[in-house]
């Protein structure tokens, strides 16, 4: 099984407790389906806008045994209230700077 790690928007905490990622990271759904089911070793939030803290966390989850890192959907889909991260491309971006080009980084979840 795949271990993956989850970042989120810190701003949709307070109404998602991010249960269908959870579901479908077990299920090898979603955007989890091409690796199947998987174990996530680390959720974890933006840090808070503008996200700058992403990079970092992304980086601890590599190093927590994640081979992959996925973004949830609250940040790019907006999911579940329609308000994707204005952020998001440039978050998206530094983390893959950092993690390197070959780094498995995938943009949504469900
Ligand atoms: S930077 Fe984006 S993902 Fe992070 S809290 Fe703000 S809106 Fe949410």
């Known amino acids: 099984m795949k271990k993956v790690g989850i970042i989120r928007c810190m701003q949709t905490e307070d109404i998602c407790?991010?249960?269908t990622d959870f579901a479908r990271a077990a299920a090898?759904?979603?955007a989890f389906a091409d690796m199947?089911?998987?174990q996530i070793v680390g959720f974890v939030s933006c840090g808070g806008c503008?996200?700058?803290?992403?990079?970092a966390r992304a980086e601890t989850l590599m190093k927590r045994g994640?081979?992959?890192v996925?973004?949830?959907s609250c940040m790019r889909k907006g999911s579940p209230?329609?308000?994707p991260c204005p952020h998001f491309e440039a978050i998206k971006d530094a983390v893959i700077r950092k993690l390197g080009e070959g780094a498995a980084?995938?943009?949504w979840t469900h």
């Not at 503008?50 to 990079?55: E, F, I, Q």
């Open 36 to 38: 199947g089911p998987a």
């Open 66 to 68: 994640a081979e992959a």
């Open 17 to 19: 407790p991010g249960t």
């Open 81 to 83: 209230i329609g308000m």
């Open 28 to 30: 090898g759904e979603g």
């Open 105 to 107: 980084v995938i943009d």
């Open 50 to 55: 503008p996200g700058k803290r992403a990079v």
């Open 70 to 72: 996925f973004f949830a």
